[in-house]
């Protein structure tokens, strides 16, 4: 009888034994399951159909150079697909695309290569701890309100400091939460745009100090710099207004000055859940010659456009849709033409897109 209860009893502790050693294999997987590495997919599809409505709309057709849907009727916009794995601390990002406007984002792509061309980001980054970021490779610029991606944006069409201003840089940036929304960025890069590699051997330098959603960012090479600030204020839980300014000022290799400066206004109102409304209000100058894309002016003289953009956001859960009306008035006769081929100082259009983000 004894032998038999130190059997039964041996049994049990057995059991508890098995039944420890799995709790704790359990709560190990749990906690492995935590830890092991992370691939996501995340990006957007957008199309667009767009018309002048004091201009051609057939071949003769002309768009704001800075719309980023300057295309006539029925139109492509970019597929954006965004890949990205992170293991612990440490991480990597690879974010494509495909179509017009992600070729427009692109531009200086390829120079080495057959297929830069769809790289809009591609980076590895390091938490160092709860303070330092460290990232190295091909990220898209930190000045500006607006981005490439059109789910960034609230206007679909793109501000005129958006597309004089840089896309991307590529180089080595490290990035500080000092905590209580204060945060810095330092970085050293390739000259703007050169995304592939440095074909120059020359550098740029990037700042931004950051404070409770305002910035203040700085973009300095050898020839040229840019000082640029972006913001907002939220009013009220339906109204924000966003702004963003910057000059910019160049030197080319035959000591011809070009620069540019701007400021825009974006106040938007919620009027429901489903619905909000934007405009956004920019006034862009060319100064000493420019980059003449304001019109056909003497080289050496200035040319102004002021843009206004209404644009309507309707929200149908991952989908989104943009009715928007633009009006641009330039100082340049030949910056846009009338009905007639006429050179033109203004142009009116109408774009209506659809968004989706996934």
Same mark, same amino acid.
């Given at each position: ?218 973009? !300095? @090479?050898? +020839?040229?710099?840019? &000082? #640029? ?6 009013? %009220?839980?339906?109204? =924000? ?88 008035? !330039? @100082?340049? +006769?030949?910056?846009? &033409? #009338? ?6 100082? %203004?142009?009116?259009? =109408? ?8």
């Amino acid at each position: 009888m004894f032998k038999f209860a130190q059997l039964i009893l041996n049994k049990i502790i057995i059991m508890k034994k098995l039944i420890t050693l799995l709790s704790i294999a359990v709560v190990g997987f749990a906690f492995g399951q935590e830890e092991e590495p992370k691939l996501t997919f995340s990006g957007s599809v957008d199309a667009y159909y767009r018309a002048n409505l004091d201009a051609p709309n057939d071949e003769n057709a002309i768009a704001p150079g800075s719309s980023f849907a300057n295309l006539s009727g029925f139109s492509l916009g970019m597929a954006n697909i965004v890949a990205s794995y992170e293991a612990s601390n440490v991480g990597v990002v690879a974010d494509l695309v495909f179509g017009p406007r992600g070729t427009d984002a692109v531009f200086a792509s390829p120079m080495n290569s057959n297929s830069a061309n769809i790289i809009n980001q591609m980076y590895a980054y390091w938490n160092v701890n709860e303070t330092v970021t460290l990232t190295m490779g091909n990220f898209n610029t930190f000045l500006g309100y607006e981005v490439i991606s059109p789910v960034g944006n609230f206007n679909y069409s793109t501000s005129y400091l958006f597309s004089y201003g840089p896309f991307s840089h590529t180089g080595l940036k490290a990035d500080f939460d000092f905590g209580d929304e204060v945060t810095l960025m330092a970085a050293i890069m390739n000259p703007t745009d050169l995304t592939e590699y440095n074909p120059t051997g020359d550098y740029s330098v990037g700042v931004q100090f950051g404070y409770k959603g305002q910035y203040l960012n700085y973009l !300095a @090479s050898q +020839d040229s710099f840019e &000082i #640029d600030f972006t913001g907002g204020i939220d009013f %009220s839980d339906t109204f =924000f207004l966003g702004i963003n300014a910057a000059y910019f000022d160049a030197t080319d290799d035959v000591d011809i000055d070009t620069s540019f400066a701007g400021v825009a206004l974006y106040p938007q109102l919620a009027t429901s859940e489903a619905f909000s409304l934007g405009l956004r209000a920019e006034y862009f100058v060319e100064t000493e010659g420019g980059a003449g894309a304001i019109g056909a002016y003497d080289f050496n003289g200035d040319a102004d456009v002021f843009a206004l953009t209404l644009t309507g956001n309707y929200n149908l859960g991952n989908l989104m849709i943009k009715p928007e009306f633009r009006l641009d008035s !330039a @100082s340049e +006769d030949a910056t846009f &033409i #009338d009905n007639d081929l006429n050179p033109s100082k %203004s142009l009116s259009s =109408f774009v209506l897109a659809a968004v989706y983000s996934f």
